[in-house]
C-alpha cells in the first residue's frame, strides 16, 4: 500500500452495548475477518471485512478511507442488500500518534433497503472517545449506490455501494486447517462450503515451493493458492470516503492512524 502519511491500525466487529442514551459502543480491535462470529452472521451489513486507507489517484491533495461490510454477498444477492439503519458505521482517525481518535467520521442511513439515503457527519471531533459514541454534527448525505462523484460541502466525497470483494485469501484452506473457526459448522448455520467439521484436513496454507520447504525444513502444501472470495465472485457493501487531506492531518505529526468501527445500541 502506498500513500504515506497513512497507516492502518485495523479494523473492529459488530458491537455489543446495552444503553438508553443513544451512545454505540464498539469492540476492541480485530484484523480484517469474514463472518467471525454468529453476532455477525445475524448481522452482516455490520460484519467489517477490511479497513483500508490510500492515497486519492486523482488528487494529490487527498486521501481515501474505505471499510467494507457484508461479506459473501453473491451476484443473486445485488440490489437486494444495503446498509442498516441501526448501525452507526465509523471511521476514527488518530492524528496525535496516542492511539486515541482525535477526529471522527460517521455514517448512518436513514432507512433500510437499497433506496436508502446515508446520513454522513463529520469529520470532526468526537463527542466520545473509545467504545462508545454519539453523533456529531451532520456533514450532509448521500444516496446508496450514488456513482456520480458529486462533493459534500466539506469537499468530501462519499461512496456507499456494492463492490468485488478486494481481499485475497484461500478462505476454503483455512477453514480445513480450523474448521471450527467457519460458522457453518455449527447448529443452527448450514455448511455452504462443505467444510469437513469433524476436524483439520490440511495443515498448511497453499502456494508454497520445493525450495520453500527444503530451505525451513517443513512440508507445506505445493498446490497452488486459490482466492476463493473472487472464485466464488463475492461482493462486499463498500464504505469509501475521499477527504480533503487538510481535514484530517495535523502538521506537528504527519502520520495518521485509521481504523474503524460498527455499533449499535441494542447489543444485537
Given at each position: 500500500?502506498?500513500?504515506?502519511?497513512?497507516?492502518?491500525?485495523?479494523?473492529?466487529?459488530?458491537a455489543?452495548?446495552a444503553?438508553?442514551?443513544?451512545?454505540?459502543?464498539?469492540h476492541?480491535?480485530?484484523?480484517?475477518?469474514?463472518?467471525?462470529?454468529?453476532t455477525?452472521?445475524?448481522?452482516?451489513?455490520?460484519?467489517?471485512?477490511?479497513?483500508f486507507?490510500?492515497?486519492?489517484?486523482?488528487?494529490?491533495?487527498?486521501?481515501?478511507?474505505?471499510?467494507?461490510?457484508?461479506?459473501?454477498?453473491?451476484?443473486?444477492q445485488?440490489?437486494?442488500?444495503a446498509?442498516?439503519?441501526?448501525?452507526?458505521?465509523?471511521?476514527?482517525?488518530?492524528?496525535?500518534?496516542?492511539?486515541?481518535?482525535d477526529?471522527?467520521?460517521?455514517l448512518?442511513?436513514?432507512?433500510?433497503?437499497?433506496?436508502?439515503?446515508?446520513?454522513?457527519?463529520?469529520?470532526?471531533?468526537?463527542?466520545?472517545?473509545?467504545?462508545?459514541?454519539?453523533?456529531?454534527?451532520?456533514?450532509g448525505?448521500?444516496a446508496?449506490?450514488?456513482?456520480?462523484?458529486?462533493?459534500?460541502?466539506?469537499?468530501?466525497?462519499?461512496?456507499?455501494?456494492?463492490?468485488?470483494?478486494?481481499?485475497?485469501?484461500?478462505l476454503?484452506?483455512?477453514?480445513?486447517?480450523?474448521?471450527?473457526?467457519?460458522?457453518?459448522?455449527h447448529?443452527?448455520?448450514?455448511?455452504?462450503?462443505g467444510?469437513?467439521?469433524?476436524?483439520?484436513?490440511?495443515?498448511?496454507?497453499?502456494?508454497?515451493?520445493?525450495?520453500?520447504?527444503?530451505?525451513?525444513?517443513?512440508s507445506?502444501?505445493?498446490?497452488?493458492?486459490?482466492?476463493?472470495?473472487?472464485s466464488?465472485?463475492?461482493?462486499?457493501?463498500?464504505i469509501v470516503?475521499?477527504?480533503?487531506?487538510?481535514?484530517?492531518?495535523?502538521?506537528?505529526?504527519?502520520?495518521?492512524?485509521v481504523?474503524?468501527?460498527?455499533?449499535?445500541?441494542?447489543?444485537?
Amino acid at each position: 500500500m502506498k500513500g504515506n502519511p497513512v497507516r492502518i491500525v485495523g479494523g473492529m466487529t459488530l458491537a455489543l452495548v446495552a444503553g438508553a442514551l443513544l451512545l454505540y459502543g464498539a469492540h476492541p480491535v480485530r484484523g480484517s475477518d469474514h463472518q467471525d462470529s454468529p453476532t455477525t452472521v445475524n448481522r452482516p451489513a455490520a460484519d467489517i471485512t477490511d479497513v483500508f486507507a490510500y492515497q486519492a489517484p486523482h488528487n494529490p491533495n487527498n486521501v481515501v478511507l474505505q471499510m467494507d461490510v457484508w461479506p459473501l454477498i453473491t451476484h443473486s444477492q445485488l440490489g437486494m442488500v444495503a446498509l442498516d439503519p441501526a448501525v452507526m458505521y465509523q471511521f476514527k482517525i488518530d492524528n496525535t500518534g496516542d492511539g486515541v481518535e482525535d477526529l471522527v467520521i460517521q455514517l448512518q442511513p436513514t432507512t433500510a433497503g437499497t433506496g436508502q439515503s446515508i446520513n454522513v457527519y463529520g469529520p470532526g471531533k468526537p463527542n466520545e472517545t473509545g467504545t462508545y459514541s454519539s453523533f456529531i454534527p451532520q456533514t450532509g448525505s448521500v444516496a446508496f449506490n450514488d456513482r456520480s462523484g458529486t462533493p459534500l460541502s466539506n469537499g468530501m466525497k462519499v461512496f456507499v455501494g456494492p463492490t468485488k470483494d478486494p481481499f485475497f485469501f484461500d478462505l476454503l484452506t483455512f477453514f480445513n486447517i480450523i474448521p471450527d473457526r467457519y460458522y457453518g459448522c455449527h447448529a443452527p448455520f448450514t455448511n455452504a462450503f462443505g467444510v469437513p467439521c469433524g476436524g483439520a484436513t490440511a495443515s498448511s496454507f497453499n502456494g508454497f515451493t520445493s525450495a520453500f520447504n527444503q530451505q525451513h525444513s517443513t512440508s507445506c502444501s505445493l498446490t497452488p493458492a486459490s482466492d476463493t472470495l473472487s472464485s466464488h465472485q463475492f461482493n462486499v457493501i463498500a464504505i469509501v470516503v475521499e477527504v480533503p487531506k487538510s481535514l484530517l492531518l495535523n502538521p506537528a505529526h504527519p502520520v495518521m492512524g485509521v481504523w474503524a468501527t460498527t455499533s449499535t445500541t441494542s447489543g444485537s
